[in-house]
């Protein structure tokens, strides 16, 4: 049965956020608030907590997983990236936009893509996303809160709960967010190509 924690949107209770995080370093699943919708989230290095991740959120291997960064101070270690495709994540950050990269080394292979070795970054610009975040001191690995089958996130932490409270381990109510995926762009190959068109504006990172 998953602990329901709510929080203040803007000031959260450390609290209860440290019991959170204790979750989700013990190997746990929990559903989070960001800035574009509730994410499903779990410890990077825990290999049975990402199976458990894709087993609730029904997707296989091939569906991108996306680090949560608190800034881009962490992005060396799990990415590559040239002078030009920096400007452009240092523009859109933090903001509702993934960008997916060539993943390092230090990725576990789990958790990239299977055939192109890519990871989804993201920096959110949510207070309790970067909050636990900072008190974790590392990544997340997410993916947006969509029920298996069906295609719209969901936003209302009450409805998370009675659908998913005995699948995940925690619950961060925080209010409703932004019922809108992030806006998804590809920097793997190069040139930034547009995979999904979500809550980010193109025109504001130049890419309209």
Not at 129 to 144: C, D, F, I, K, Y
Request: net charge negative.
């Amino acid at each position: 049965m998953a602990q329901f924690f709510e929080v203040h949107p803007d000031n959260p209770q450390p609290r209860l956020l440290r019991q959170a995080a204790a979750i989700l370093s013990a190997g746990g699943i929990a559903a989070i608030p960001t800035d574009s919708s509730y994410a499903l989230v779990c410890h990077l290095d825990d290999k049975a907590a990402v199976d458990a991740l894709r087993r609730v959120r029904g997707v296989d291997d091939r569906h991108h997983l996306t680090l949560l960064c608190r800034d881009l101070s962490e992005l060396a270690s799990y990415a590559r990236v040239d002078n030009r495709q920096y400007r452009l994540l240092k523009s859109a950050t933090p903001g509702p936009y993934t960008f997916i990269l060539e993943a390092t080394k230090e990725v576990p292979r789990r958790v990239s893509h299977p055939s192109r070795r890519t990871i989804g970054l993201r920096v959110p610009e949510h207070g309790v996303a970067q909050e636990l975040l900072s008190l974790l001191g590392q990544p997340l690995l997410g993916t947006t809160l969509i029920p298996p089958g069906e295609s719209d996130p969901l936003n209302d932490a009450e409805e998370i709960r009675e659908r998913f409270e005995r699948q995940i381990q925690a619950i961060v109510a925080a209010g409703p967010c932004p019922a809108e995926p992030t806006t998804v762009i590809d920097l793997s190959g190069g040139e930034p190509v547009v995979v999904r068109a979500g809550r980010g504006d193109l025109a504001a990172i130049g890419l309209a």
